[in-house]
T-cell receptor, first 114, second 113 residues
């Protein structure tokens, strides 16, 4: 297992288009998190899953954003009708539910909306 | 809701010197975990050090150590013998088990040769 994998690494899209990102967590990890990070800021929580259940969704997340984790494995994050303000790095992380286990991060998907 | 505050947006240190990054947090929880993550330029976030709130002893990992003051809700990171490869953004983070990690805004550390 090579760690958390995110695809694509970069995405440029026109305003109004839909985009979908994929995250493959570490195989034995049952928790998966999505964060958004803008330049010079800390990661901002979007949503997280335990297995296939979406446990929490940030109030900052508009209804244009949706995330899924079918079968508790990989996850997808879709943004509909993208806006320039959606331009950011989207980070995925995974962890095991038991204590003493940190979250491992992927390299992120950098979205640019033009 | 938990909050994490890093009051130093930028810091610099000479190579081989020691630097301390500050972090304070606010929570009503008694059992939680605190982390320092490092994010080098254009690279992924990696864990530097972890502290369990129930442990009184401060965590250490080689050149990295923390000063955990539970009553003051303070969690600072000390980097000894700074190296050029320590140049990165450093994020303090809080986790209480059934919540996602909450991050501070980060401190940009530059190690100068």
């Amino acid at each position: 297992d090579t760690g958390v994998s995110q695809n694509p690494r970069h995405k440029i899209t026109k305003r109004g288009q839909n985009v979908t990102f994929r995250c493959d967590p570490i195989s034995e990890h049952n928790r998966l998190y999505w964060y958004r990070q803008t330049l010079g800021q800390g990661p901002e929580f979007l949503t997280y899953f335990q297995n296939e259940a979406q446990l929490e969704k940030s109030r900052l997340l508009s209804d244009r954003f949706s995330a899924e984790r079918p079968k508790g494995s990989f996850s997808t994050l879709e943004i509909q009708r993208t806006e320039q303000g959606d331009s950011a790095m989207y980070l995925c992380a995974s962890s095991h539910r038991t204590v003493n286990t940190e979250a491992f991060f992927g390299q992120g998907t950098r979205l640019t909306v033009v | 809701a938990q909050t994490v505050t890093q009051s130093q947006p930028e810091m610099s240190v000479q190579e081989a010197e020691t630097v301390t990054l500050s972090c304070t947090y606010d929570t009503s929880e008694n059992n939680y975990y605190l982390f320092w993550y490092k994010q080098p330029p254009s690279r992924q976030m990696i864990l530097v050090i972890r502290q369990e709130a129930y442990k009184q002893q401060n965590a250490t990992e080689n050149r990295f150590s923390v000063n955990f003051q539970k009553a003051a809700k303070s969690f600072s990171l000390k980097i000894s013998d700074s190296q050029l490869g320590d140049t990165a953004m450093y994020f303090c983070a809080f986790w209480s088990g059934n919540t996602p990690l909450v991050f501070g805004k980060g401190t940009r550390l530059s190690v100068i040769a």
